[in-house]
């Protein structure tokens, strides 16, 4: 079973910058498609950004220019930089392997 656990997220003002980790275990991780979802409050989840195992990359529109995905083959890793963040992106976000495993989440709030 493919077990995800993220971390990184937290409260930052408006302008700021976080980076989120999504470490995965139990899965060949360099060969899994992996991405960032994230979900607010009343709102459905929506892609934020993702990546595949040759490390093509995908944005929402909303997130273009100030966010990057990454991936570390070595540290079964997915890392989400998040620049020029705005109260809009406050949200749960959810990181997710092979469309079909997903972690528990990690809250980011931005303040304005």
């Known amino acids: 079973q493919v077990r995800l656990v993220e971390s990184g997220g937290g409260l930052v003002q408006a302008g700021g910058s976080l980076r989120l980790s999504c470490v995965a275990s139990?899965?060949?991780?360099?060969?899994?498609?992996m991405a960032w979802y994230r979900q607010a409050p009343g709102n459905q989840r929506e892609l934020v950004a993702a990546?595949?195992?040759?490390?093509?990359?995908t944005y929402g529109d909303s997130v273009k220019g100030r966010f990057t995905i990454s991936r570390d083959n070595a540290k079964n890793t997915v890392y989400l930089q998040m620049n020029s963040l705005k109260p809009e992106d406050t949200a749960v976000y959810i990181c997710?392997?092979?469309?079909?495993?997903w972690g528990q989440g990690t809250q980011v709030t931005v303040s304005s």
């Open positions: 990546i595949t195992r040759v490390g093509s990359t």
């Open positions: 139990g899965t060949t991780f360099s060969n899994d498609a």
């Open positions: 997710n392997s092979r469309s079909f495993w």
